[in-house]
């Protein structure tokens, strides 16, 4: 009973959530090679969130066996040095991690799902990482993918437990740096990498202009005097209710109908034919 009580305290576990009642509950202990590891593996853990929990304890993180999509989330874990990610969903990779993990030394994503080459960059910011894992990924399949690795992580000493050999360095500069320069060159101004908070910001702004311009008074022209002069006879004229609210409408806004436009256009032309001076005068002035 008083378990059963303890329990209740720590509050109620969620399937698939990785609270802070579960990181409390979770296994710890000193690894074979001195680390001090928390055991998260198996519990179908979706993200990785609430670490804050941890509070920077622990050397060694392992979410082996989970259905983690993305490698995010983290707080600050400065700490941190070994992260063991084995058998999950992992398909994207967060950009600055190092500002949260920066001593990352191991990293094993065996059996997760990446697939494209450039999906890898963001680990090549981590400063401290020599021991990287991506085997039975999609990935390692690509063409130059170990190559591509080791030129993007310059730190690295093993990639798939295989040591990093300095003709394989010297080669992936040659194979890797040498294709690179072109795309890097054509790309100074543009973001390399596709940010969904970058389109979302775009989105926000063009929103955002688009209610502006909504919310600005729209100017209209009013109609002209010959355009008045034939919107009000065309109404003396009218014959019934609805051609007399259509014309008073066609009054308040200025957009004359087709058959009164070609009326005015051809006032506006007679008008013009006799002040341009091109008629002969009439007898009354040349007496």
Not at 21 to 26: A, F, K, N, Q, Y
Request: net charge negative; with cysteine.
């Amino acid at each position: 009973m008083e378990g059963r009580a303890g329990a209740g305290a720590l509050g109620p576990r969620l399937a698939g959530r990785l609270t802070a009642e579960l990181i409390l509950r979770s296994p710890q202990y000193m690894s074979c090679v001195k680390d001090y590891e928390i055991d998260l593996r198996g519990h179908k853990l979706s993200a990785i969130e609430n670490l804050g929990a941890t509070e920077n304890q622990f050397d060694s993180l392992d979410l082996s066996d989970n259905v983690i999509v993305r490698l995010e989330g983290f707080p600050k874990l400065p700490r941190l040095k070994t992260l063991l990610l084995s058998n999950n969903r992992v398909m994207r990779i967060s950009r600055n991690l190092e500002d949260a993990i920066p001593n990352l030394d191991w990293l094993v994503l065996s059996g997760n799902r990446l697939s494209n080459l450039a999906d890898l960059d963001p680990l090549s910011t981590l400063p401290k990482l020599q021991h990287l894992s991506l085997l039975d990924n999609p990935v390692t399949k690509q063409p130059n993918y170990r190559l591509y690795v080791i030129h993007r992580c310059k730190k690295l000493k093993q990639l798939d437990f295989r040591k990093v050999k300095q003709k394989e360095r010297e080669e992936a500069a040659k194979v890797i740096g040498a294709a690179q320069q072109p795309a890097d060159a054509a790309a100074d101004d543009k973001p390399t990498t596709f940010e969904p908070d970058e389109d979302l910001a775009q989105a926000e702004a063009a929103t955002a202009a688009a209610q502006q311009q909504a919310a600005e008074p729209v100017v209209r022209k009013g109609p002209s005097p010959e355009q008045i002069t034939a919107i009000k006879a065309a109404i003396a004229n009218a014959q019934t209710l609805e051609e007399v609210q259509r014309l008073e409408n066609a009054l308040t806004s200025g957009h004359l109908p087709s058959e009164l436009q070609k009326d005015v256009t051809a006032g506006s032309a007679q008008n013009g034919h006799k002040t341009d001076g091109s008629d002969p005068p009439s007898a009354m002035e040349e007496g």
